[in-house]
């Protein structure tokens, strides 16, 4: 069932992205006199194809998904009737030229932010920014941090949510810049900190970053109780029930749900004995943690059982980020634009050595996050999607040769110089294109692959 959700969520995302791109081409491309000839969803073999009148566009459905394209009527492509010259692509203005090329990207701009107006005036659930356990010789603990201080401010930006905080201090990680973090603790008390995040490396970075930090989010001390059993984890195997009160580990005594994650986590593929009491009667039960990839390298112990909670402790540490039509609006073109300009960030310190080329995905990993948040429910994946979208909109205007932005590189080119490129130069580019997606594509695979090997 899950494989069956995370293909279905993936061709949905995929879909959704080609057509807004193609579309974005299409309609401009309409607006400024040019004849379509193909809008075409993925590349190859056609599958399904429909034409609405006899000179009109076709309308293809093509055997391999990952992309698209629009055809246009354009001389340099094949010969042209002299009665529909009007109608060629290469006929425009270098200007009408660069919007065409332009609106594929600005279309998967323009859906991230009309997702992210919808999610922000719906409201997006989060989690408190409340700090929990801050480990030693931590920068957290360096920056005089403490459990059940909240986070409110980042530098210059609020936070909401747990998500703002790991959002903001990404951003502020790639600089390895030191920020300054207001708290506000149960007291009510302002307290103001410096988090030195220079010691980061490109590898932290990959992986959890929060936690090498020391930042963990608060969990209140709940009672060694069972709420809820996996029917495949460890627990079920061995017996344990909801409802099943854990006294102690290896006779060692428990008072809180903590302390046994902690037994568990620490043991993985290791039998531990369990006191229990049921029903008011103590018993003894033995369960071997299931053995799972952690961060890095290391292994950590599951046993599928999950505490029980009060709804109304729960409630406490839940947030609903939500804005008035127009404010929703702005926060929408907020988000686009910081996200849009991070992933540019990226992309040149990955070029420069500074992030690990590990950041780059490819349609495995996508097609997963694709699924997992389409399980959590369909917030997490409309967000999932204006985040992709972004993406795709970001990939394309990158003056890469075969992308939006490669040819976008040489109408600049051709302004300053007052004449098109040659078709010399331009063939060049497009095997240097091909040579760079190569390369791309392939490291998107390795790290596909390498995370579902190495965890």
Known sequence: MNLLLTLAAFAVTLGILIVVHEYGH????????????????????????????????????????????????????????????????????????????????????????????????????????????????????????HRGEMITRIGDELTVTWQDVSWILIQHAVQKSVVEIETRNERGEIAVHQLDLSGLSSDELDNDFMEKLGLTRFHPDLPAKIGKVLPDGAAARAGLRVGDEILAVNQTPLVHWEE??????????????????????????????????????????KIGAAPMVDPALFAKLVTEVRYPVDRAFVQAL???????????????????????????????????????????????????????????????????PLLDGGHLMYYMVEIVKGSPVSEKTMEIGQQIGIAILLTLMLFAFYNDINRLVVG
């Open 260 to 301: 046994l994650v902690q037994w568990v986590r620490q043991n993985p593929g290791l039998p531990l004995t369990l006191g229990i009491k049921r029903g008011g009667v103590y018993s003894q039960v033995k369960v071997t943690p299931a053995s799972v990839k952690g961060t890095g390298h290391s292994s950590v112990g």
């Open 334 to 400: 907020r988000k686009t634009w910081d996200t849009s300009l991070f992933s540019l960030k990226m992309l040149g310190k990955m070029v420069t050595g500074q992030v690990s080329w590990k950041n780059i995905s490819g349609p495995i990993t996508i097609a997963d996050y694709a699924g997992q948040s389409a399980r959590f429910g369909w917030v997490p994946y409309i967000s999932f999607l204006a985040l992709i979208s972004i993406s795709l909109g970001v990939l394309n205007l990158l003056p890469i």
């Open 26 to 145: 299409y309609v401009v491309a309409r607006g400024c006199g040019v004849r379509v000839l193909r809008f075409s969803v993925g590349f190859g073999k056609p599958l399904m194809t429909k034409k609405f009148t006899p000179n009109g566009t076709e309308w293809v459905l093509a055997a391999f998904p990952l992309g698209g394209y629009v055809k246009m009527l354009d001389e340099r492509e094949g010969p042209v009737a002299p009665a529909d010259l009007p109608y060629a692509f290469n006929r425009l203005s270098i200007y009408r030229r660069s919007a065409i090329v332009l609106a594929g990207p600005v279309a998967n701009l323009i859906l991230a932010v009309v997702l992210y107006w919808f999610l922000f005036i719906y409201g997006v659930p989060g989690i408190k920014p409340i700090l929990g356990e801050v480990p030693l010789a931590t920068p957290a603990a360096a920056a005089s941090l």
